[in-house]
């Protein structure tokens, strides 16, 4: 009988998701074998779902791995590659990042003793982000040598509090090379698979995303998960959007390409302000709200906000007649925006400054607060493979 492998590993929480902490030094150098290793410890494929034979959750937001290692540029502290894991089939992406996790790099680092900070005080972490090379800077409290969890900061989608972790993602946008707006315009027509056009806007701002109305895909902007799951044609409808949009992009050169990247762009429905009932069952005023949202990940509807998505939301609200800005008008607070998400309201942040000339303004960062725990550590046993 084969024995298993053991890979030293972390498993924790990094805002409203879950992940595998790995360092880079115990994985083989030949990257071509971690998509195996990466499966095999989450449980993909599972048909059912569930990967009930590994360390995935049955979600997007829970089957995630995040590997670190020392820096390759100059001016970051550490490597972070992301690897988003299918539930269901065998996709391993590094396509994009993930804004929840990036918040449970820094203090797994400084617990790690990868990166040097102070006893008792605030760590600073640089990270670069190698899928969107980009720099992310962590801010967090320390104490007695290990990074603080306990705290009175809380976050939409999480019962708990926990200590706050600030990012900074600096110059987030044109992660892929094509500038802010890939599709070179603030508003495109995206085909339908019924042989119609839906208006959309194309950012890429932490993350390439694309933006339409729930109006517009026949939905209204306060559906919520379960809903979405249940409706007969609306996850397939919104996925062939998001594939016509990863090519206009220029993300993937086809739409048969498009299906095979799963982690971007990332498609978000958006909405005016409105009263809602968020998942806890609390009533979310429309007062408190800028923007409706209700985002899709890997081919589920999420249950709160993804981070970069958030971030990328933010982006083109500050863009004059995009899809996001025509919910949240002309009055909206940049600096603090608020996403009323399935989970309650998500606020996130833009530093920018507006180019002569130009309509797009810079985004000089993006920031938002989070949580993070570590929740086990030891090594995740793979099958010998």
Same mark, same amino acid.
């Given at each position: +009988? %084969? ?22 030094? &115990? ?50 502290? /550490? ?34 003793? +990868? #990166? ?35 705290? &009175? ?33 603030? #508003? ?13 806007? @194309? ?15 026949? #939905? ?48 978000? +429905? ?27 990940? %890997? ?9 970069? /998505? ?13 899809? /996001? ?13 608020? @996403? ?28 938002? #607060? ?16």
């Amino acid at each position: +009988m %084969a024995h298993q492998q053991r890979i030293p590993a972390v498993f924790m929480r990094g805002g409203t998701s879950k992940a595998l902490m790995l360092k880079r030094a &115990d994985l083989p150098t030949d990257q071509n074998q971690w998509p195996a290793i990466f499966l095999a410890a989450l449980g993909s494929p599972d048909p059912y779902g569930r990967q009930l034979d590994g360390m995935g959750g049955g979600q997007s937001s829970l089957s995630k791995v995040c590997i670190i290692g020392p820096s390759s540029v100059e001016g970051a502290d /550490v490597d972070y590659t992301f690897a988003q894991i299918s539930v269901t089939g065998t996709a391993v992406d590094y396509s994009g990042n993930c804004g929840n996790m990036s918040s449970a790099v820094g203090p797994f680092a400084y617990d790690e003793k +990868m #990166v040097k900070g102070p006893v008792d005080g605030e760590c600073v972490v640089r990270i670069h982000n190698t899928n969107s090379g980009k720099i992310i800077v962590s801010r967090f409290a320390v104490e007695g040598g290990e990074a603080c969890v306990s705290g &009175d900061t809380r976050i939409t989608g999480l019962a708990s509090a926990g200590a706050p972790v600030t990012l900074s993602f600096e110059d987030p946008a044109n992660t892929r090379g094509r500038g802010v707006l890939p599709a070179q315009a603030v #508003v495109v027509d995206l085909p339908t698979a019924a042989g119609s056009s839906v208006q959309a806007t @194309l950012v890429d701002s932490a993350i390439p995303a694309v933006f339409v109305q729930a109006e517009a895909v026949g #939905v209204s902007a306060d559906i919520m998960p379960d809903a979405v799951d249940a409706h007969a044609t609306l996850l397939a409808d919104l996925e062939h959007l998001r594939q016509a949009a990863s090519v206009r992009m220029g993300i993937a050169a086809s739409m048969e390409e498009a299906a095979r990247i799963i982690a971007i762009p990332k498609l978000c +429905m958006v909405g005016k302000a409105q009263t809602y009932t968020a998942l806890n069952g609390q009533e979310v005023a429309a007062r408190d709200v800028d923007v409706m949202v209700r985002m899709i990940s %890997a081919g589920q509807p999420h249950r709160a906000a993804p981070i970069t /998505v958030s971030l990328a939301t933010a982006t083109a609200a500050a863009i004059a007649g995009s899809v /996001v800005q025509q919910c949240v008008g002309d009055e909206v607070d940049l600096s603090a925006i608020r @996403l009323g998400s399935p989970s309650g309201v998500v606020q996130v942040g833009v530093d920018l400054e507006q180019q002569a000339g130009l309509s797009t303004p810079h985004i000089l960062s993006a920031s938002i #607060v989070r949580t993070q725990r570590r929740l086990m550590e030891g090594a995740v046993c793979v099958p010998t493979l």
